[in-house]
Every structure is written in structure tokens, then in C-alpha cells.
């Protein structure tokens, strides 16, 4: 999971728990370094991220031979028009509103880690 409001980190990380194995960066630097060393089955992103945005983090994910397979969920309080389609149209896979539902995270992580036993975050 790529976060850095700190209050963010610890809500995912109490829906999360004890269900995935949760790997954390907080910022997008630390975040992209990550998920080329790790490859994880899966990135939560925040979009709103200081120094290296997340639109940016996901077009280098995306851009990268290696992990570009890994697919990259949006985690954005930018809930306005247009905002979405930034959004994908930058390369993610998927999107979740902020506050986060956890039914609705749950969902979508079902959705892209069906059948692993564990999935990883940054």
C-alpha cells in the first residue's frame, strides 16, 4: 500500500489485517522502489501523494516490462467528473473512493487477487 496520511494507513491496515499481508510505503518514490523489488500481487495507491503523485507512480509501474501485470488500485478522495477517467487513463486497474467502504475494498480485492491466499500492498 502506497499511503502517506498516517490516519489513512491505520484504517486500511484495521480492514486489511487479517485477511492480507500488508506491505507499506508513504510516499511514491519509496512505494515505486517496492513494487519493483517485491512485485506484489497487488498496489493500493493513493493518488494525492506528495513529491511523486500517483498518476505518476502507476504510469512508471505500468511502463515497467517487469510489473506491469500487477494490477494498481486507486485509493483517491478525488471523487469529482473526470476524475475517474484520469485515473484509468493514467493506468489503473481499478478505483475506491475515499472514505474507504470496507465492503467495497473487499470487493475489488476479490476481484483482482481471486484464489491467492495472500496479497501484498504498498
Sequence with gaps: MIEDNPDNMTTIKAVLQNRYSILEATNGKDGLKKTFEESPDLVLLDISLSGMNGITVVK?????????????????????????????????????????NPEKIFEILEKWVLGRKTCQKY
Excluded: Q, S, W
Excluded at 62 to 91: C, S, W, Y
Design 60 to 100: 512508471k509501474i505500468k511502463a515497467n516490462k517487469e510489473a506491469r501485470h500487477i494490477p494498481v488500485i486507486a485509493l483517491t478522495a478525488r471523487a469529482m467528473k473526470g476524475d475517474r477517467k484520469k485515473v484509468f487513463e493514467a493506468g489503473c486497474d481499478d478505483y475506491i473512493t475515499k472514505p474507504i
